[in-house]
């Protein structure tokens, strides 16, 4: 909390100040978010004045019990949904729509079925008028960082395993060389190996592509595995609960991160934020 | 991906269920076991005679009763297959097709602009799209014959007129079951386009059209078999021309045979549609799961 | 679909204007707009072109008290439920027929798919031309039409009826076909019939007015054609206003059909 505070402050001297674009990717400030349920439905809050602050090249995870609007939160960094009041600030500019500046890779990947593979990819490309030839090639090389093989690339969506159909997503959204990578709990549609593959294959893509990441995440290993900082959020309404430092060495992928002798100890942590939050609140709505 | 039936039945029962019934059935199908051995021509030969030897039985029968009656009011099959010939040989047919295409195939293919544009506008708009789905309704609902006369009193006869009545009857099923399709596109499909910052314009080529083809061609059944109606119509009621043209003079003339002839090819040109539509829908939708 | 869900897709969709006033509103706005439109295009065409909306209501009320209508419209539905009664006996016979004979069904269905796509209208002259031109042919255009949808319905229902639910029948000692359509395949076959008239009857409407228009004779069909005859335009469209009452009442038959078989069904 005390972090988190400090941190705006900084953020908020950063229009004045050129290093604080530097260091600052993105920052959230006192989002408010409310949903109404049916026509006459009581509005139901769902994020009380968050705010937080993503460094340049920091992979941050947000971590919450269901109901604690993580996943709003990164849905209205990426503008896809509008805060009540409260402002998004990347590189100094307010966020008012989405952008090819942060791309986004979904839960439910998101892959067009009527496109092959390497289309997909070349999607973001082919909105922005890249030439075909030169989409190509960038479709092919991030189809072989994120270790998708070029025999698939003629495939549609539907002939993959859910793993590959995430790496593509991934793919997808590196080809946008956007510098912010937004994902919402992208690993939550697949089975437990496949997911800690990918996990890795993840890591090891983020340190070598320096990008900022924003993961979303119920799953506390993987928050701890990947992440620089973990945001816990309280649940119903959301708020910031506390920003917890992974102080694990990197790169990550080189080693067996589970067997480090500080890594029961992170965890538990977060586990005993998240436990407090969900006995606190009861019973919570699935968001 | 998502299967269309669910919406395109509300919009046209008929179609799913003439579907599902020319479907043969487990019942009508042949024991599998039976299957393993048998070449391609021995399945065609158990698939086929069946329905050879019923219309081989039916026409026969027919043969034989318009022969005792009256072969030439009753269209004797074999009256008809002359007759056939004959108009093959005069010309008559082959001129008559030539004109009834020449507004059946622009008629159909305004519809289909028209329609897809509308269908996609009233999709994107849900204000819009409820606003209009009443007129529509009603337009479809109303018995194109009906409106002869101002059809008559606002184009006349001609070329315009019969344009008018086809696209009439063809535009609103393309555009309805067009609208029904771009209102099931998957919000996440969308979701994720708009996080690309794809415009409007992206949008509907990139995801909206791809992911409506298959209610797109749904509606282009109805629509074309409409517009082969419409050509009827327009035909029989506005002026003698074309293959309606040949049906309508022929019938006061009581010469039934003739009138079949020209009807079978209406028939025909109904039959090529509806297998062509099928092999675009197949091929266009590669995409989905099998 | 969330709540949210359709709170995006609704931002997403949404055209900017007349966004904030209540549905029914806007239906008034558009319906009145319409209407003044009509009346003021009106006033630069000639009333044969173009007769101004309050004219074609008078008309509509002309014809409505002056008995005209209601006779026309007694005439229609007479034919009309003549040739729907046919197609629904001939098309439930035929179909369950075909649906339960297997032999049957083998040796009719690829034509029924042939026969489906034919235009049967360009067969009403020749309809007419067989069975006259008094009531019997014209029953006959609309038994036409409104047969083959019938049948493909019947079926299909009749067809997939559940397997296990006639072997149940079966089990409790069903053993006559009678008893066994009676008991398990109609009841589930009965939403497919009632769509398959539904459908017969949108049909039939239409095979209606072409009858009556081709012998501009009787019922709405040869109103309009009178009228049309005289270029009294007004009345023209007055009397195809009417149509839609007629397909409304038909509706409202079938579902009270629906009602009654339902109440039979439990």
Known sequence: MRENLSKKASAAGQGENPDGVDAVAISARNIVKTYTIGREGKPMLVLDDVSLDVRRGEFLAIIGPSGSGKTTLLRIIASL????????????????????????????????????????????????????????????????????????????????????????????????????????????????????????????VCAQTSKTVILVTHDIDEAVLLADRILVLTAGPGRVGE????????????????????????????????????????????? | MQTPPSQAASLR?????????????????????????????????????????FGLAALILWELISQSINPLLFAAPSRTVEAFGELILSGELLDALIVTLSYLVPGLLISVVL?????????????????????????????????????????????????????????????????????YTSVKLLEAARSFQATELQIIRHVVI?????????????????????????????????????????????????????????????GLSMTALGAIERRIAAWKAA | MTATDTKRLRRFNTARTLRQSPMWAKHLTLGLGLIALWELSSLFLDPIVLPPFHSVVVA?????????????????????????????????????????????????????????????????????????????GRVVVVWLVAFFPMLVAVHAGVRDAPRDLTEVARSFGVRREITLLRTVILPSALPMILNGLRLSVGRGIVGMVIAEVYLRLGGIGGLISEYGAVFRTDYVIAAIASLPALGLLLAAGVEYLERRVRHWRR
């Open chain 3, 60 to 136: 509509f009320f002309v014809l409505l008290f002056n008995g005209s209508l209601i006779a026309a419209l007694g005439q229609s539905l007479l034919l009309l439920v003549l040739g729907l009664a046919a197609a629904l006996v001939t098309g439930l016979v035929v179909g369950i027929i075909v649906g339960r004979v297997s032999i049957v069904e083998r040796m009719v269905v690829p034509f029924l798919g042939a026969l489906y796509a034919m235009p049967t209208i360009a067969l009403i002259p020749l309809m007419l031309v067989w069975f006259g031109f008094g009531l019997g």
């Open chain 2, 13 to 53: 029962p008929d179609a799913v269920t003439a579907e599902a019934a020319l479907v043969p059935s487990p019942v009508a199908g042949r024991p599998p076991g039976s299957v393993l051995r048998a070449s391609w021509w021995q399945l065609a030969l158990r698939r086929w005679w069946p329905p050879a030897v």
């Open chain 2, 115 to 183: 329609g897809i544009a509308l269908g996609i506008f009233m999709g994107r708009s849900v204000t819009w799209g409820t606003l209009l789905q009443p007129y529509l309704d009603a337009i479809y609902a109303l018995p194109r014959v009906a409106i002869i006369p101002l059809v008559i009193l606002w184009f006349g006869v001609g070329y315009e007129a019969r344009i008018f009545i086809i696209v009439l009857g063809s535009v609103v099923p393309i555009a309805m079951s067009t609208s029904a399709g771009v209102r």
């Open chain 1, 81 to 204: 949904e509008s805060a009540d009041s409260g402002q998004v600030i990347a590189q100094g500019r307010p966020v008012t729509q989405p952008s090819a500046e942060r791309a986004m890779v979904f839960q439910h990947f998101g892959l067009f079925p009527w496109k092959n593979i390497i289309d997909n990819v070349k999607f973001p490309l082919k909105i922005r008028g890249v030439k075909d030839a030169e989409a190509t090639a960038i479709a092919r090389d991030q189809l072989r960082r994120v270790g998708l093989k070029p025999q698939f690339e003629q495939s549609h969506p539907h002939q993959l395993s859910g793993g590959m159909q995430q790496r593509v997503g991934l793919a997808r959204a590196l080809a946008t060389d956007a510098d912010v990578l937004l994902m919402d709990e992208p690993f939550g549609a697949l089975d437990a190996q496949t997911r800690e593959v990918l996990q890795g294959d993840l890591a090891r």
């Open chain 2, 210 to 270: 791809p992911s409506s083809i298959p209610f797109i061609i749904s509606g282009l059944r109805i629509g074309t078999e409409r517009a082969l109606v419409g050509a009827v119509i327009a035909e029989v009621f506005l002026s003698l021309t074309g293959l309606g043209g040949i049906i309508q003079t022929e019938a006061e003339r009581f010469n039934a045979p003739y009138v079949i002839a020209a009807a079978l090819v209406y028939a025909l040109l109904g």
């Open chain 1, 243 to 287: 920003i917890v430092d992974v102080d694990l060495p990197r790169p990550r992928w080189e080693y067996d991160v589970r067997a480090h002798p500080k890594y029961p100890e992170v965890r538990r942590h977060v586990w005993d934020l998240l436990r407090s939050h969900i006995t606190e609140d009861g019973a919570n709505d699935g968001d």
